[in-house]
C-alpha cells in the first residue's frame, strides 16, 4: 500500500510564500523519495486572491482559518509574518495537532511559549528555521547539534536589509534612502522596512537565539534594541579613520556574575545596535543581505554560520528544510524537539554590561580641558583607553578641537551618564557621535587596544 501524502495548507502567498509554492511543486518527486510519502499542497489562503490568478483555483482561498482547519491538512506552513491572525491561525493548527512550520520571527518573539505550548500539548511539530537568518541552518544546530554543550555566546549579523544599507553606504557612499529603496526592491525588507532599521527584525531574531542557546524564554521585550537609523556617513568615515567598519550587531550571552549583592549566578544578555568592529573581524567582510553568525561553546569552541540571511528563494529553503522534516516525523510516527525552557535564566539589563564607546566631541582647545574631561570619565568609573585630538583650532573654528575617546569596557549605564555629563560641560560644544566598539573576543588592535 502506498504512503498517505501529506497535506500542506500554504498560509501567505508573498515573496516567500512564491518560492515555497515553486519549490513543492517542482521538487515534488524529490521531496516524496526524502519524506517517504507525497507531499502535498492541500490550499494557499491569500489576502486578495486576485493577484493570485497562477495558482489552481480549487487551491485558492480567502479563507485562512477554513483551510487550516480542513481534516485532510497535516502541516501548516505560515509565511504571513505578523501577530494576528498568524497566532490565532498557528494555535488552532497545533491544538488540533498540526504541524506547523513558520517564519515568523515577530510572533515567535512576542509569544513563543503560548505557541509551544500548544503544540506540546497536542504532540504537534513547532519548527521555525526560516524566522532567523534566512538560508542558514542556525536554529536546528542549537536546538540539535550543539544540545549537548553548553553555550557562552551567539553574535553576529541577522538583517540582511541593514546590512545591506551599511555596507552600501561603507563601500560605495550610496545615501541612507537609495540602500533602503534598493535592499526593499531585492525584497530583502520587511513589508514595513521600518521593522529592519529600526533593528526589530533583528531584536525578535535575538530573543529567538537566546531562547535556544540558554535554554530559557527570552522575548523581543527582553532584548535591549537600537537600530541604524542613526548612522550617518560621517560615522562610517570615523570608523574607516580607525581601521574599524561598523555593522548592526545582535549579540546574545551567558553572562557569569561572580558575587556581590546580586549573588554569583549566571543571567542572560541580548542586545542589538549599531558597533564598530575592527576592519579585520571575519563579519566586517560579510557585505551585501548576508547574514553570519558566531556561535561559542565551551566544548565546541568557536563555529561560524554564513549565508544569505533575507530573500524568498533562501528563506523558502528553511522552509522546506522544516517541512521535510515534520513530513517525516509524521509518516515516521514521531516527534521533533520540544521546547527546553528549563535554565529559566534571569535577563540582565543593558545597563549593567559592560560595553566600550568611541565618542567623538567638539571641545575648547585650551589648557585644562582634557584634565576636565578626563576627571569626568574618572568620576563616572569609565577608564579611557586611547584620546585622540583628529582637527586642529583653525579647522574647527578659532577656539574649538575635536577629541575623539574610545573607553575600556565599562557598565553600558556608566558610560551613557557620562556622555550626558560630558554634554553638560561648558568645555563641550557637542557630544558629535557615539558608538560601541565590539570586539567580540579578538583584540581591538585597530584602536590600539588589546
Ligand atoms: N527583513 C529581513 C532581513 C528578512 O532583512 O534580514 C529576513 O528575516
Known sequence: MSPAPVRVALLGRGTVGREVMRLLVEQADELAARVGAPVELAGVAVRRAHRHTDVPAELLTTDASGLVSRPDVDVVVEVIGGIEPARGLLLDALKAGRAVVTANKALLAEDGATLAEAANASGADLYYEASVAGAIPLLRPLRESLVGDKITRVAGIVNGTTNYILS?????????????????????????????????????????????????????????????????????????????????????????????EAGEGESVSARVYPAMIPASHPLASVGEAYNAVFVEA???????????????????????????????????????????????????????IPTRYHISLAVQDRAGVLATIAGLFARHEVSIATVRQDMTARQMGARGARLVIVTHAAPDAALAATVAALGELDQVFGVDRVLRVENLGRPVSALGVA
Open 298 to 352: 565551551e566544548a565546541a569552541g568557536q563555529l561560524m554560520f554564513y549565508g544569505q540571511g533575507a530573500g524568498g528563494a533562501p528563506t523558502a529553503s528553511a522552509v522546506l528544510g522544516d517541512l521535510v522534516a515534520v513530513a517525516r516525523n509524521r509518516v515516521a510516527g514521531g516527534h521533533g524537539p520540544r521546547e527546553s525552557a528549563y535554565a529559566s535564566l534571569p535577563i540582565q539589563p543593558m545597563g549593567r
Open 168 to 260: 552600501a553606504m561603507a563601500e560605495h557612499g550610496t545615501g541612507y534612502r537609495e540602500a533602503l529603496e534598493k535592499a526593499t526592491e531585492l525584497g530583502f525588507a520587511e513589508a514595513d522596512p521600518t521593522a529592519d532599521v529600526d533593528g526589530l527584525d533583528a531584536q525578535a531574531k535575538a530573543a529567538i537565539l537566546a531562547s535556544l542557546a540558554f535554554h530559557t524564554r527570552v522575548t523581543a521585550a527582553d532584548v535591549y534594541c537600537e537600530g541604524i537609523s542613526s548612522v550617518t556617513a560621517a560615522d562610517l568615515v570615523a570608523a574607516k579613520a580607525v581601521g574599524c567598519t561598523v555593522k548592526l550587531l545582535a549579540i546574545c550571552e551567558r553572562v557569569v556574575t561572580p558575587g556581590g
